[in-house]
C-alpha cells in the first residue's frame, strides 16, 4: 500500500495549507505536543511514519513526524523537542493560533508486511514520537500481529515521552512494554541502564519478527547490533533517518543520504538499504 | 509445588546453562539461598567482595552518589549476576548494590569458588570465559550509556 501524498491535501506540495492550533501539552520539559486542525477541519489521512513540514511565518520551516492516531485523520499530531530557532518559536504556539503544514511526506513503517509476526517496537527518546502511530494501529489491529512488543530508553525517568500511555499500555496483557533510562533518583523503581540490554531478553522470535527503531542515530546503531545479535535479519529491521531539509519532495537534494533522499526515499528505510551508510565506530 | 535444588536452577539460567553438570554441582557447593528486603544493600562500595549472586526474583540497583545525590546506573534482574569483582585483586565492590523491592538470590561464596577454579583449571577458565563475557558487556554497556543515546 503507497502512504498518501501530499497533493491529497493541498494544491502543490510546496505550498503549505494553514493550520489552527487546537490544544498544545507539555510531555517533559523541552518536549510539548500540538493538535492541529488543517484548514476549514479537512481530514488529514497520513501512514505512521510519515512527517510534515511545519512552517511558522517568518521563522522557518522544519520536518516534524506525525505521532497521532493514523485512524483518526480528523485532527494532526505532532510531538517536538526544542532543540533550535524553528522548534523554540514552535513551542511559544497557543491554541488558536496559525502555522503552514506541508505534507505527508515520506515512507511508511511497514504495518501491513509485519502481519502475521511478532513485532518489537524499539524507540529511544524523542524517538516514540514517530512510532506512537505504530503502535496505535497495532492495538487497534491486535488480532492481526503475534506477539507485540514495546521498548522504550530515555536519558532519566523526567525525559520519558507519553508516560501515561506507556503505563495503559503496559497494563495490557496482550502487549510487553519494557521500560528503561540511563540514570535514575531513588525514587525510580523501574528498568536502569541502556537500552540495548533489554533487546536479549524481549519476548519475540528472531526468525520471525520485523523490528522498527527510531531514535538518535547512535542509539539505532547498537540496537541494531543488539538486534544481529540475537539472530534478526537486516531486512527485516526498520529504521527511521533524519537529515535537514528543504523542499521535501526530493528536488534540493538537502537530505540526500548516499544515494537516497531522506524526504522521498525515507524517512523509514529497511535497514539492508543502508546498512553500508551506518557507521559505528569502535567503541 | 516442586522445590528446585541450586543445581537444577543453575542449569535453567542461560549464564551457567551450559556448564558440565559436574561443574553446577561444583558451584552449588559454594551456594545458598538467600533473601534480601527492599532497600537492604546486598554490596557495598569499597568493602570485601566476599560473594557473587545470581538474582532469583527482585531487581537490585546498583548506585553511586554524585554531587551529594544518589543515581541508580543499572539495574540487574532475574536471571542475571551480580558481582564480578570477587574475580579480580583488590577484590572490593565498585559500586553499592541495593534491593529495589523484595530480592530472592542465591549467593557464592567468592573464596570457595576461587579455591575451586584454582584446584581445577578447565573449570577455574569455563567460569572466567562467563565472566569475561559478562565483564565485557558491562563495560560495552556503560561506554553506551557514556555516549549519551539520546542527546
Ligand atoms: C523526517 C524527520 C522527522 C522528524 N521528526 C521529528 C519529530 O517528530 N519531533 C522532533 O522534535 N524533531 C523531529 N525531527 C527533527 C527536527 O526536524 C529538528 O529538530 C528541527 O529541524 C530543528 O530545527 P530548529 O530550527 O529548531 O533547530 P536549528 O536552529 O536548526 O538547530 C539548533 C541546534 O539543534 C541541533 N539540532 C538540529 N536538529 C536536531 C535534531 N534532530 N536532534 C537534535 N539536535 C538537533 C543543531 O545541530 C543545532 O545545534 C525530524 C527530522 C526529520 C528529518
Ligand atoms: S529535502 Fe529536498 S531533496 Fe529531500
Known amino acids: 500500500m503507497q502512504p498518501p501524498t501530499p497533493l491529497q491535501t493541498a494544491a502543490h506540495p510546496m505550498t503549505p495549507v494553514s493550520g489552527r492550533v487546537l490544544r498544545r501539552r507539555w510531555e517533559t520539559d523541552d518536549t510539548f505536543t500540538l493538535d492541529i486542525e488543517v484548514a476549514g477541519g479537512r481530514p488529514f489521512p497520513f501512514a505512521p511514519g510519515q512527517f510534515n513540514m511545519l512552517y511558522l511565518f517568518g521563522v522557518g520551516e522544519v520536518p516534524i513526524s506525525i505521532s497521532g492516531d493514523p485512524d483518526d485523520p480528523s485532527k494532526l499530531t505532532h510531538t517536538t523537542r526544542e532543540v533550535g530557532v524553528v522548534t523554540r518559536a514552535m513551542r511559544r504556539l497557543r491554541p488558536g493560533d496559525t502555522l503552514g503544514v506541508r505534507g505527508p511526506f515520506g515512507s511508511a513503517w511497514p504495518v501491513s508486511e509485519a502481519e502475521g509476526r511478532d513485532v518489537v517496537v524499539i524507540a529511544g527518546g524523542i524517538g516514540l514520537a514517530p512510532l506512537r502511530p505504530v503502535v496505535y494501529h497495532l492495538m487497534r489491529h491486535r488480532l492481526r500481529y503475534n506477539r507485540i512488543v514495546i521498548l522504550y530508553g530515555a536519558r532519566s525517568p523526567e525525559d520519558i515521552l507519553y508516560a501515561k500511555e506507556l503505563g495503559q499500555w503496559s497494563a495490557r496483557l496482550d502487549v510487553e512494554v519494557l521500560v528503561t533510562v540511563d540514570r535514575a533518583a531513588r525514587r525510580w523503581r523501574g528498568n536502569v541502564g541502556v537500552i540495548t540490554r533489554l533487546i536479549p531478553r524481549a519476548p519475540f522470535d528472531p526468525e520471525n519478527v520485523v523490528a522498527m527503531v527510531c531514535g538518535p542515530e547512535i542509539m539505532m546503531s547498537f540496537t541494531v547490533l543488539e538486534l544481529h545479535r540475537r539472530g534478526v535479519a537486516s531486512e527485516r529491521i526498520h529504521v527511521s533517518m533524519e537529515r535537514n531539509m528543504k523542499c521535501a519532495i526530493g528536488l534540493c537534494g538537502h537530505c540526500q543520504y548516499g544515494p537516497h533522499f531522506i524526504c522521498k526515499d525515507g524517512p523509514v528505510f529497511r535497514f539492508d538499504a543502508v546498512e553500508d551508510l551506518f557507521r559505528v565506530r569502535e567503541f | ?151
Open chain 2, 1 to 151: 509445588m516442586k522445590i528446585h535444588t541450586i543445581p537444577e536452577i543453575l542449569g535453567e539460567v542461560p549464564f551457567f546453562r551450559d556448564l558440565k553438570p559436574e561443574y553446577r554441582e561444583f558451584l552449588a557447593g559454594c551456594a545458598r539461598n538467600v533473601h534480601f528486603k527492599a532497600g537492604e544493600f546486598l554490596l557495598l562500595a569499597g568493602k570485601k567482595a566476599t560473594h557473587f549472586y545470581l538474582i532469583r526474583e527482585g531487581h537490585v540497583a546498583l548506585e553511586m552518589e554524585a554531587g551529594n545525590k544518589v543515581f541508580s546506573i543499572q539495574t540487574i534482574g532475574e536471571g542475571q549476576i551480580l558481582g564480578w569483582s570477587w574475580l579480580v585483586p583488590p577484590y572490593t565492590w565498585h559500586y553499592d548494590a541495593r534491593a529495589v523491592e523484595p530480592v530472592s538470590a542465591i549467593s557464592f561464596d567468592a573464596k570457595c569458588v576461587r579455591e575451586k577454579c584454582e584446584k581445577d583449571p578447565v573449570f577455574g577458565y569455563e567460569l572466567l570465559k562467563r565472566f569475561s563475557r559478562l565483564i565485557a558487556e558491562r563495560l560495552m554497556a556503560t561506554r553506551i550509556q557514556m555516549a549519551d543515546l539520546y542527546q
